[in-house]
């Protein structure tokens, strides 16, 4: 018993003597080695491919460098070896980290060159749901996907870019709005899905739409589509589209879009009582901000549960105070309103008018307030609408004098009504 214990107590030192006697070698060793490694790691993330595969042969990262850039090269230099070898590198790369995204994009690719355009979907589309930030991988499904009529799952690649690479929306975009020219019936609607989903490039997508006749077509054709979805255009991107089609001169297109959304519902004149802010312009008024006179709608002093608008001009400048666009029908009408005298002469400086669009034909002018109307007075104007005129512009604007003369008027009530032949 006690030579057993003697045995191992003089066991129990010799390996202290060695761990005393070669310790220092063997961190010396490890430190070398941690110190390799870490100067290492530059060298395989950023050195020249081809030197890393010398220094890091067996290196998955260095693998997967190697064949990315074999591929690029053999794409440039239309050379099918360095193709193949470009999927060697990424199958051997993928052999030792199986879930290298890159390394099996690489391998996907290569099947494309090679014609086998089929193995190429299965193993892009993997690497695509593996990740979203592969872009060359959702780049190739996009287009094949597109050659193949798919747009549905096409866009969806294309989505998942813009989502993230500001500098490739406008050629996204392009593709977006000629497929939905060329294809309407197919493509429109499974762009109005993206678009109604809100992504974060759906204002850009849609100023892209406006710098043509035909962007401005689409853009059309996707309002009324996302008026049946979760997702309409506000008023302020309704009031963009109404604006750009009639800076176009698009207004017959403008009259349809209004139609088909009934936005704003169907009135001869929106907002006569200033109350109500919802229509998009330039069906909304559009108030002035410009020098000779302050505009503005606020409660009325004599009746202040009632908002009105208030004008105070300076009797002299050239002023446009309210306008907004209708689209009356050949006809008789009646414009009325109410209107008070706060201040000076408005029944001499104020007048409403009405003028064809296009075009710039008056059928209406018209004192906007009655001759001495200090209290709340109705004011009423006959008209007739010519054929031809498609649509008309109602304004409240300004008669100016030769002379300064503080001006202030209260408005309210704006109406247009068609009267009845006899």
Same mark, same amino acid.
């Given at each position: 018993?006690?030579?057993?214990?003697?045995?191992?107590? &003089?066991?129990? $030192?010799?390996?202290?003597?060695?761990?005393?006697?070669?310790?220092?070698?063997?961190?010396?060793?490890?430190?070398?080695?941690?110190?390799?490694?870490?100067?290492?790691?530059?060298?395989?993330?950023?050195?020249?491919?081809?030197?890393?595969?010398?220094?890091? !042969?067996?290196? !998955?990262?260095?693998?997967?460098?190697?064949?990315?850039?074999?591929?690029?090269?053999?794409?440039?230099?239309?050379? &099918?070896?360095?193709?193949?070898? #470009?999927?060697?590198?990424?199958?051997? @790369?993928?052999?030792?980290? !199986?879930?290298?995204?890159? #390394?099996?994009?690489?391998?996907?690719?290569?099947?494309?060159?090679?014609?086998?355009?089929?193995?190429?979907?299965?193993?892009?589309?993997?690497?695509?749901?593996?990740?979203?930030?592969?872009?060359?991988? /959702?780049?190739?499904?996009?287009?094949?996907?597109?050659?193949?009529?798919?747009?549905?799952?096409?866009?969806? /690649?294309?989505?998942? *870019?813009?989502?993230?690479?500001?500098?490739?929306?406008?050629? %996204?975009?392009?593709?977006?709005?000629?497929?939905?020219?060329?294809?309407?019936?197919?493509?429109?609607?499974?762009?109005?899905?993206?678009?109604?989903?809100?992504?974060?490039?759906?204002?850009?997508?849609?100023?892209?739409?406006?710098?043509? %006749?035909?962007?401005?077509?689409? #853009?059309?054709?996707?309002?009324?589509? *996302?008026?049946?979805?979760?997702?309409?255009?506000?008023?302020?991107?309704?009031?963009?589209?109404?604006? /750009? *089609?009639?800076?176009?001169?698009?207004?017959?297109?403008?009259?349809?879009?209004?139609?088909?959304?009934?936005?704003?519902?169907?009135?001869?004149?929106?907002?006569?009582?200033?109350?109500?802010?919802?229509?998009?312009?330039?069906?909304?008024?559009?108030?002035?901000?410009?020098?000779?006179?302050?505009?503005?709608?606020? =409660?009325?002093?004599?009746? =202040?549960?009632?908002?009105?608008?208030?004008?105070?001009?300076?009797?002299?400048?050239?002023?446009?105070?309210?306008?907004?666009?209708?689209? *009356?029908?050949?006809?008789?009408?009646?414009?009325?309103?109410?209107?008070?005298?706060?201040?000076?002469?408005? @029944?001499?400086?104020?007048?409403?008018?009405?003028? +064809?669009?296009?075009?710039?034909?008056?059928?209406?002018?018209?004192?906007?307030?009655?001759?001495?109307?200090?209290?709340?007075?109705?004011?009423? $104007?006959?008209?007739?609408?010519? &054929?031809? +005129?498609?649509?008309?512009?109602?304004?409240?604007?300004?008669?100016?004098?030769?002379?300064?003369?503080?001006?202030?008027?209260?408005?309210?009530?704006?109406?247009?009504?068609?009267?009845?032949? =006899?």
């Amino acid at each position: 018993m006690r030579d057993r214990a003697d045995a191992s107590a &003089a066991s129990s $030192a010799r390996g202290r003597g060695w761990l005393a006697e070669y310790a220092p070698y063997a961190l010396t060793i490890g430190a070398v080695w941690l110190g390799w490694q870490v100067l290492l790691q530059p060298v395989v993330q950023r050195a020249p491919p081809e030197f890393a595969v010398r220094v890091a !042969p067996g290196s !998955p990262l260095v693998l997967r460098r190697a064949a990315e850039a074999e591929f690029a090269a053999g794409i440039e230099d239309e050379d &099918a070896r360095r193709v193949d070898n #470009a999927a060697v590198l990424a199958r051997e @790369a993928l052999a030792r980290a !199986p879930f290298n995204v890159r #390394a099996l994009r690489v391998i996907g690719l290569t099947e494309a060159q090679a014609g086998r355009e089929a193995a190429a979907d299965e193993i892009l589309t993997l690497a695509g749901n593996w990740s979203l930030r592969d872009d060359p991988a /959702h780049a190739w499904l996009v287009e094949y996907r597109l050659r193949r009529g798919d747009y549905a799952s096409s866009f969806a /690649h294309a989505d998942t *870019l813009v989502r993230r690479r500001e500098d490739i929306r406008p050629g %996204v975009f392009r593709l977006f709005t000629a497929a939905a020219t060329q294809d309407a019936a197919r493509a429109l609607p499974e762009v109005a899905a993206l678009v109604d989903a809100r992504p974060p490039w759906r204002q850009s997508y849609l100023d892209s739409l406006y710098a043509n %006749v035909e962007g401005l077509q689409v #853009a059309a054709n996707l309002a009324v589509l *996302l008026q049946r979805g979760k997702a309409p255009l506000t008023n302020q991107e309704l009031s963009q589209l109404y604006m /750009h *089609l009639l800076d176009k001169g698009q207004i017959e297109a403008v009259r349809t879009v209004r139609a088909r959304l009934n936005r704003p519902p169907a009135a001869a004149v929106s907002n006569g009582g200033f109350g109500d802010a919802e229509a998009p312009q330039p069906f909304q008024w559009t108030l002035a901000q410009e020098a000779g006179a302050v505009v503005e709608i606020v =409660p009325d002093d004599v009746r =202040p549960a009632d908002p009105a608008l208030r004008i105070d001009y300076d009797g002299y400048s050239i002023v446009r105070f309210a306008e907004q666009l209708l689209f *009356l029908t050949p006809g008789r009408y009646r414009l009325t309103a109410e209107a008070r005298a706060e201040a000076g002469d408005p @029944a001499q400086r104020m007048v409403w008018s009405l003028t +064809c669009s296009p075009g710039d034909m008056r059928i209406l002018s018209a004192p906007a307030v009655s001759r001495s109307a200090t209290v709340w007075s109705p004011v009423s $104007a006959d008209f007739t609408v010519p &054929a031809g +005129c498609a649509g008309q512009w109602l304004r409240l604007e300004s008669r100016g004098d030769d002379r300064r003369a503080s001006t202030i008027a209260w408005i309210d009530r704006v109406a247009i009504a068609k009267l009845v032949a =006899p």
